[in-house]
T-cell receptor, first 116, second 117 residues
Framework: KNQVEQSPQSLIILEGKNCTLQ??????????LRWYKQDTGRGPVSLTI?????NTKSNGRYTATLDADTKQSSLHITASQLSDSASYIC???????????????FGAGTQVVVTP | NAGVTQTPKFQVLKTGQSMTLQCAQD?????MSWYRQDPGMGLRLIHY???????DQGEVPNGYNVSRSTTEDFPLRLLSAAPSQTSVYFC????????????????FGPGTRLTVL
């Protein structure tokens, strides 16, 4: 069972509107959470990285939030542009412990389409 | 500074053929890894390396071999291609060990789209 679940699977938004993507995880013990943007036919590109002590991090029009207690994260896109059309991937990393090596779990992604 | 480069961009193989996917980085990163990406699934780790001469298996290593003779290069070998290996393959690198919880940026290559008939 995937330890990182993203929703929705896809969404269509009008240019200029805002949207929020969700990421729920069960990876433990938690180390950090990343959001990537993947354009069609390209490799993923890092947007934000958050550790346990951070609950908000911004990168331009992208704002990620983290609630480590409920194991949820969101990525908010403000004033969407056509170039925001892409897949957005949530990745959760576990801390290394004596019981396990660090894990790097990818969500399946949310496909965002921005229309004029 | 080219970052992470991969060749070829596209490849079609017949079942049973072998080939090597090339990956190189010019950022002097010790940590490199190979992933495959299939529709509806998250990227899955195939093999990774923590430095020249050191490699280890990831989540889905069967059917793939790797070696790391230099810091820059990390080729992925398919010994006997199978249709189940049809996928998009990504190589990535980072300065620190993201698999142990480091928060460094992981840089991805542009990918190789492989089809096995």
């Amino acid at each position: 069972k995937n330890q990182v679940e993203q929703s929705p699977q896809s969404l269509i938004i009008l240019e200029g509107k805002n949207c929020t993507l969700q990421c729920n995880y069960t990876v433990s013990p938690f180390s950090n959470l990343r959001w990537y943007k993947q354009d069609t036919g390209r490799g993923p590109v890092s947007l934000t990285i958050m550790t346990f002590s951070e609950n908000t991090k911004s990168n331009g029009r992208y704002t990620a939030t983290l609630d480590a207690d409920t194991k949820q994260s969101s990525l908010h896109i403000t004033a969407s542009q056509l170039s925001d059309s892409a897949s957005y991937i949530c990745v959760v990393s576990a801390r290394w412990t004596t019981d396990s090596w660090g894990k790097f779990q990818f969500g399946a992604g949310t496909q965002v389409v921005v229309t004029p | 500074n080219a970052g992470v480069t991969q060749t070829p961009k596209f490849q079609v193989l017949k079942t049973g053929q072998s080939m090597t996917l090339q990956c190189a980085q010019d950022m002097n990163h010790e940590y490199m890894s190979w992933y495959r990406q299939d529709p509806g699934m998250g990227l899955r780790l195939i093999h990774y390396s923590v430095g020249a001469g050191i490699t280890d298996q990831g989540e889905v290593p069967n059917g793939y071999n790797v070696s790391r003779s230099t810091t820059e290069d990390f080729p992925l070998r398919l010994l006997s291609a199978a249709p189940s290996q049809t996928s998009v393959y990504f190589c990535a690198s980072s300065y620190s060990n993201v698999f142990a919880g480091a928060t460094d940026t992981q840089y991805f290559g542009p990918g190789t789209r492989l089809t096995v008939l």
